[in-house]
């Protein structure tokens, strides 16, 4: 019996564990999802402490304080997830509202009729892909009446891979088009204005391959056959916005020798990659796999070999040094000023601005190139002709710059060999190209920077210099009038330091060179700076030994008088401080002051006064035996364990 | 001080009409005073001196006359008043020695205290009343004790000289005066002992030591015959120590006495 019934416990235990891990759990407030953050209600679960999103999902974003004001960023999406895997239907809506004019009270509410752009996303997901029909449809909204369908398109999925045909219209034109049951784009894909409902253009594919593009233009037809058609190895990669990029890119290549094709399919494409990335982002800042779908072409490819992957890291390189000396010379304001009136200058800055826009130019298109990952879908001799074309001349450079109205060219060569970019399509000539320009770059701003060198430092010994006679004037009025309140040694002491502020700075009048003028006026007027706060201190030091006085006397009560008597203590240390330590001090600021020593002197002055004070409470009678007989200030100074600099 | 020796050899009965004034006897008073402090408010006093007297061919300093010494606690009750308790052996020389006579006698004594220092203006005004219990006895070897009290007053002023108030390295003048009465069964028509007027000179080296010296003029009526009066010129050299044995950490912080 008992038996029995501990079974059932263990039994109801056991189903209550199970039920609770894959109990759903419900969440029902603010969620932030990438920029978006709205009401949210989701289904979720806790798998080892994970939020695993599971069952329906709903988030909107709306605020109705901001729509009245500037408008609103409107988002909503609803769908469903299966271990945080997209399943089922989902539907995603983005708007940019504004209030509308009009404002309606019906079932006791305010409806409050809004303008502005909906983009509505919505199909099917199967296993994180899309599966079946994906409509997007973008409208114009006016007081809540749809007033044009701005961009739709309509696409069939299996698993991921676009199917069949499909179809993207905006507001100019419509294109229709066909993909394999592998994705690859095929057939013919043709783009129709919407306004004369004739064909603009023409991508014939032939699986994933882009054979030829026409061009219709009136009753013109261009034709061109377009690069991916050859032999060539290929690569099959998404039709995104890369892949417009490649086209993009063999569109460069060919303008000089077309220029009829406007490569309309482009804006569409674009358009449409756009709009999908919108929805894929929403997938991808839930933390589902991301979401692209694969539309295949196939393009030609032209891997770098490892020393070309070299190559290329170093124009990379040699462009990045390159532009920033470039962008520091043309944007420094000195350079900006001289070359208006110095000729050197303003070759070279001109010279600069030149190599910057014909030689740098084409590097940097293929530092761009590389970072956007399509430098490998163009050949080398395409890529070399396109960057280095034959009509221009990478040789040498004609610089063209006025200086007092008068305009003047002069020529400057490039270390590249005419032969080398005519007969090879290696990136090696690329590289020294890139090699050379740096290099005369770095020639002219070592040049141009021992003009800025030589101005900066003028200026910056005009400003040394009037620093030091700020220094001088105001060491002159402080020695005036702490003399004349000090009599005696103190006074003489301070007056001293005027007259050898007075040596200090006659002795570097008569320095020539500039960079040794910077180098003392810079010294001196931490020295002058120095002499100052030494005259303080020296005229500290009545009160301060008046002060220790105070503190070495001690009253005692004497039991004969009656009262009490002052008494010095420690009569020894205090005389050594008075008899041969301030002496010494005063007679060292007086004669034996130079730049060097004067923070040791500020710091004898300061630590002298600070050791005495110390001294008072500490026990000195063995100290006072060996003061007695001692009157070299260096061993007073060092038995008073004096620091002779500036204690941290 | 106190002199207290009967001068024998002289016809007590003999009672003059008026009374008579002696000639005057010259002394050497060399005296220390120890002042030592013991704690906060409690001072040990120790004073040692050394008294001469003429003789026939020496003034002043002719023979030993006694040698003094006084203890005492000391109290420092405050600034202006301070109390002393404590006895004194003094040890008196046999100044006209005679046959079957001892050299030296002892003579004890009790005695109390109470100084009051007043300052004024630039000086010290100080009054002191001590009351001496003194037992004293003759030179010849049967002498019994006497027993008298002793009641003395002294004002006395400091003055500093070169400084504006008394302290180290000051130079001072020291007038006073001092009455002392005496009474007790000995005492039958003699209870003026002694008048003394005396002003020294003194230099305070620091607060711990000063030295002064000066002459002291006194009078007062013989134990024997009221009658007779005693009269002497005395040269006085004083040394005062105050001495501070206490730990340094108990001198901290000094006593200002409410200063």
């Known amino acids: 019996m008992v038996l029995r019934f501990s079974i059932l416990i263990l039994l109801s235990c056991l189903t209550t564990t199970v039920s609770l891990s894959q109990n759903s759990l419900h969440y029902a407030g603010p969620y932030r999802v990438g920029s978006y953050t709205g009401k949210t209600e989701f289904d979720y679960k806790l798998l080892d402490g994970d939020t695993v999103l599971h069952g329906d999902f709903e988030m909107q974003q709306a605020d109705l304080p901001s729509l009245l004001k500037q408008g609103d960023d409107f988002f909503s999406c609803r769908g469903s997830f299966m271990n945080h895997v997209p399943v089922g239907e989902w539907i995603f809506e983005f708007g940019k509202f504004n209030a509308g004019d009009r404002l309606e009270l019906g079932n006791y509410k305010y409806k409050v009729n809004i303008s502005g752009t909906l983009h509505s996303a919505k199909g099917m997901m199967l296993d994180g892909k899309p599966h079946g029909e994906w409509t997007h449809l973008v409208q114009h909204l006016d007081n809540s009446s749809v007033t044009e369908n701005v961009f739709k398109s309509v696409f069939n999925f299996e698993s991921g891979i676009p199917q069949r045909s499909f179809r993207i219209d905006n507001t100019d034109y419509s294109l229709l088009g066909r993909f394999l049951r592998d994705g690859l784009a095929h057939d013919v894909w043709s783009l129709y204005a919407n306004e004369t409902a004739s064909e603009v253009e023409n991508w014939q594919f032939s699986e994933g391959n882009l054979n030829k593009i026409y061009s219709y233009s009136g009753s013109n037809t261009d034709t061109i056959n377009a690069y991916m058609a050859d032999q060539a190895v290929k690569q099959v990669i998404t039709l995104d916005d890369r892949y417009i990029s490649i086209l993009e890119l063999h569109r460069e290549l060919l303008q000089h020798s077309d220029t009829s094709v406007n490569y309309l399919m482009y804006g569409i494409l674009e358009q449409h990659a756009e709009y999908y990335k919108q929805v894929s982002q929403i997938f991808t800042n839930l933390g589902a796999k991301s979401f692209t779908p694969a539309f295949k072409v196939k393009v030609k490819h032209f891997p770098l070999n490892d020393q070309e992957v070299q190559q290329v890291k170093s124009i990379r390189s040699n462009v990045d040094h390159s532009e920033i000396i470039t962008e520091r010379l043309l944007n420094n304001a000195q350079l900006n000023l001289l070359k208006l009136a110095d000729e050197e200058v303003a070759y070279q800055y001109s010279a600069v601005a030149a190599i910057n826009s014909e030689w740098l130019e084409p590097l940097r298109k293929l530092s761009r190139y590389d970072e956007r990952d399509i430098l490998t879908y163009i050949s080398r001799s395409d890529l070399l002709s396109h960057l280095l074309p034959a009509g221009k001349n990478f040789t040498s450079l004609e610089v063209t710059y006025t200086v007092d109205n008068q305009t003047y060219t002069q020529v400057i060569e490039s270390s590249l060999k005419k032969e080398s970019i005519d007969r090879s399509d290696s990136l090696i000539h690329l590289k020294i190209f890139s090699e050379a320009v740096l290099e005369r770059l770095e020639a002219i701003q070592s040049s141009l920077d021992s003009r800025i060198l030589k101005q900066e430092r003028q200026a910056e010994l005009d400003q040394l210099e009037r620093a030091l006679y700020q220094r001088m004037k105001l060491l002159d009025q402080r020695v005036d009038s702490l003399a004349t309140i000090n009599d005696g040694a103190i006074g003489k002491t301070i007056s001293s330091l005027k007259i050898t502020g007075n040596e200090i700075v006659s002795e570097y009048s008569e320095l020539k060179d500039i960079s040794e003028r910077i180098n003392r006026a810079d010294q001196l007027v931490n020295c002058l700076d120095s002499l100052n706060t030494l005259a303080l201190e020296v005229s500290e030091v009545p009160a301060r030994s008046a002060v220790i006085n105070q503190e070495y006397m001690d009253r005692v009560w004497n039991p004969f008088t009656s009262t009490l008597m002052d008494e010095q203590i420690k009569k020894p240390v205090l005389e050594a401080y008075e008899n041969i330590l301030l002496p010494y001090l005063l007679e060292q600021v007086q004669n034996n002051i130079t730049c060097d020593n004067l923070g040791e002197l500020i710091a004898q002055l300061k630590n002298t006064n600070s050791r005495m004070l110390e001294l008072k409470t500490e026990n000195t009678r063995k100290l006072e035996r060996k003061l007695k007989n001692q009157n070299d200030p260096i061993e007073v100074l060092q038995l008073l364990k004096i620091p002779a600099a500036e204690a941290n | ?259």
């Open chain 2, 1 to 259: 001080m106190i002199f207290s020796i009967i001068s024998r050899g002289q016809d007590v009965d003999q009672r003059p009409s008026e009374s008579e004034i002696k000639e005057p006897a010259t002394r050497l008073w060399i005296n220390t005073y120890g002042n030592i402090r013991l704690t906060k408010r409690l001072f040990w006093i120790a004073q040692t001196h050394f008294r001469f007297q003429e003789t026939e061919n020496t003034p002043f300093a002719g023979q030993w006359a006694q040698i003094y010494n006084r203890h005492a606690i000391s109290y420092l009750y405050s600034k202006n008043l301070t109390v002393s308790l404590g006895g004194v052996l003094r040890v008196n020389f046999n100044t006209d020695e005679m046959e079957n006579e001892r050299r030296t006698v002892p003579e004890w004594r009790i005695w109390h205290q109470y100084q009051f220092a007043m300052p004024i203006s630039r000086f010290m005004v100080y009054h002191r009343l001590r009351i001496e219990h003194r037992w004293s006895q003759g030179f010849s070897d049967n002498s019994d004790y006497i027993f008298r009290n002793r009641w003395r007053y002294m004002v006395r002023f400091k003055i500093p000289l070169n400084k504006p108030k008394l302290g180290s390295q000051t130079w001072y003048i020291s007038p006073e005066a001092e009455l002392i009465m005496q009474s007790g069964q000995p005492v039958i028509d003699s209870p003026m002992e002694d008048l003394r007027l005396h002003t020294s000179l003194g230099y305070i080296i620091n607060p711990r030591l000063t030295v002064a010296t000066g002459f002291m003029y006194s009078q007062g009526q013989e134990l024997a015959n009221g009658a007779f009066y005693k009269q002497r010129y005395t040269l006085r050299f004083h040394v005062y120590f105050s001495p501070d044995i206490r730990k340094v950490k108990d001198k901290l912080p000094p006593i200002h006495m409410g200063e």
